[in-house]
T-cell receptor
Framework: GENVEQHPSTLSVQEGDSAVIKCTYS??????FPWYKQELGKRPQLIID?????GEKKDQRIAVTLNKTAKHFSLHITETQPEDSAVYFC?????????????FGSGTQLTVLP | SAVISQKPSRDICQRGTSLTIQCQVD?????MFWYRQQPGQSLTLIAT?????????ESGFVIDKFPISRPNLTFSTLTVSNMSPEDSSIYLC????????????FGPGTRLTVL
């Protein structure tokens, strides 16, 4: 089955700096890669996603890049703010029948220092 | 986005008992997914709940321990049976936003503590 590795497990940055979180996946058939943000005690919230027919996607301060050949994708957050502090999870999936089952990375605890 | 609710939001249970968690969605969805998030850990898929058929379980999860019902397109239950302290986790359901997209949304979760 799919295996997703995520690095780093913890990341501290100064407010205003950029943060980068990286994930690799094992199944070359995976073609959908969402990123979730989970604040303490809350549900995971989708923040951005990318499909394998696209190399990069951007939404304001957040961007995701995908390298299909190397089977890795990254989350980039620019101009970080204290409210960006949370646990971020990457995930990968491929369509299986009519369902998409997500395999998650281990998570990155991002702390933005004021 | 879909509005997803779960009941209960949290519970404290005794070893050996069972707890049924409900997931309700405000729109009809073909698939519903159940995840477990152990303390400080990532999310692990338990099973996919299909309406009108048996749930599909992931490796390491069995129907006797986690029976699932899916009586209609807006509702599902997950039962955690014969609980032990190792079952203490957050249990979350998720659903696709709609049949045309890959986006999945999560319910608020049920925080289970087993003593």
């Amino acid at each position: 089955g799919e295996n997703v590795e995520q690095h780093p497990s913890t990341l501290s940055v100064q407010e205003g700096d950029s943060a980068v979180i990286k994930c690799t996946y094992s199944d070359s058939a995976s073609n959908y890669f969402p990123w979730y943000k989970q604040e303490l005690g809350k549900r995971p919230q989708l923040i951005i996603d990318i499909r394998s027919n696209v190399g990069e996607k951007k939404d304001q301060r957040i961007a995701v890049t995908l390298n299909k050949t190397a089977k890795h994708f990254s989350l980039h957050i620019t101009e970080t703010q204290p409210e960006d502090s949370a646990v971020y999870f990457c995930a990968a999936s491929k369509e299986s029948g009519s369902a998409r089952q997500l395999t998650f990375g281990s998570g990155t605890q991002l702390t933005v220092l004021p | 986005s879909a509005v997803i609710s779960q009941k209960p939001s949290r519970d404290i249970c005794q070893r050996g008992t069972s707890l049924t968690i409900q997931c309700q969605v405000d729109s009809q969805v073909t698939m519903m997914f159940w995840y477990r998030q152990q303390p400080g850990q990532s999310l692990t898929l338990i099973a996919t709940a299909n309406q009108g058929s048996e749930a599909t379980y992931e490796s390491g999860f069995v129907i006797d321990k986690f029976p699932i019902s899916r009586p209609n397109l807006t509702f599902s239950t997950l039962t955690v049976s014969n609980m032990s302290p190792e079952d203490s986790s957050i249990y979350l359901c998720s659903v696709p936003r709609d049949s045309r997209t890959d986006t999945q949304y999560f319910g608020p979760g049920t925080r289970l503590t087993v003593l």
